[in-house]
């Protein structure tokens, strides 16, 4: 296992360091396709982000590896559950250690996401969010992980224990089922918890957007746009959910920066 960590981690470190040194060979001039519509400084300070946000995510490799190294090799997991083996019993105490790994995994993370967030995000012009913000969206994620994550456990090692040699088929179909399951849910009860959503207003976007995917053959629950500003002066755009429940998002960002033509392209 350790062999395959270091492996693991040796090869994406050295595809971060290819793409940060592909990146600062061509920083210094806009390609050709692109020349007539981006901006040298423009080209320049997406390459800059580029190459800081790869290094940063080079760190968080050696955070995970640490963090997991830190678990199971230096006894991370025996430590915990000798101090919490008698707070449950049965399964009710996997679900506790598991639960307490997963906490203690996102404390651990939450220095690196500040910094990118507040550092990194604001040195480039991106970050909107407020710090009150940054520990809601914590919280909430916790408190979502809890409640969905929780029952899922709980059912998975019950399937662990009593389904005999072939509770993997039975684990495998309950996460599979909870996976399709929980694309549905994501689109109208967990994206709101974090963002407000509004149905595109009518329009020449709106019409165009149609259009394009009644060309497409694309059905969908709705277009709608999502409050990204608050968080990120990015923009995007995606679609999610399955069935009936799928729903096309904009960025409020997006909408405000770009032309219908560059929309719809």
């Not at 290819?18 to 519509?37: D, G, K, T």
């Not at 080079?58 to 199971?72: D, K, P, V, Y």
């Not at 995917?213 to 409050?227: A, E, K």
Request: hydrophobic share 50%; proline share 2%.
């Amino acid at each position: 296992m350790l062999l395959v960590l270091v492996l693991s981690v040796a090869l994406r470190l050295y595809l971060g360091f290819r793409q940060v040194r592909n990146i600062a060979v061509h920083r210094s001039e806009v390609p050709a396709e692109f020349a007539q519509q981006i901006s040298l400084a423009a080209h320049q300070k997406a390459a800059d982000y580029s190459i800081a946000k790869t290094r940063l995510g080079m760190i968080n490799i050696l955070l995970e590896a640490s963090i997991l190294l830190g678990f199971t090799v230096l006894g991370g997991l025996d430590w915990i559950q000798s101090h919490t083996s008698n707070l449950a019993e049965g399964i009710f105490a996997g679900v506790l250690l598991i639960a307490v790994v997963g906490l203690i995994g996102s404390v651990l993370d939450l220095p690196l996401s500040y910094y990118k967030q507040f550092v990194l995000e604001e040195r480039f012009g991106f970050n909107r969010m407020s710090k009150g913000l940054f520990v809601a969206d914590w919280l909430k994620g916790l408190a979502l992980g809890a409640a969905i994550g929780g029952p899922l456990l709980l059912a998975v090692l019950y399937v662990m224990r009593e389904a005999g040699s072939t509770w993997w088929v039975y684990a495998w179909a309950l996460w599979f089922g909870f996976s399709l399951l929980l694309m549905w849910l994501f689109p109208t009860f967990i994206a709101p918890l974090f963002n407000k959503f509004t149905p595109l207003e009518g329009g020449s976007t709106r019409a165009r957007i149609e259009n394009l995917l009644s060309r497409c053959g694309f059905n969908s629950d709705g277009l709608f746009v999502m409050d990204g500003s608050k968080r990120s002066a990015h923009g995007n755009a995606y679609f999610s959910g399955m069935g009936k429940a799928k729903r096309i998002v904009f960025f409020d960002t997006l909408l405000a920066r770009l032309s219908d033509d560059q929309i719809e392209a």
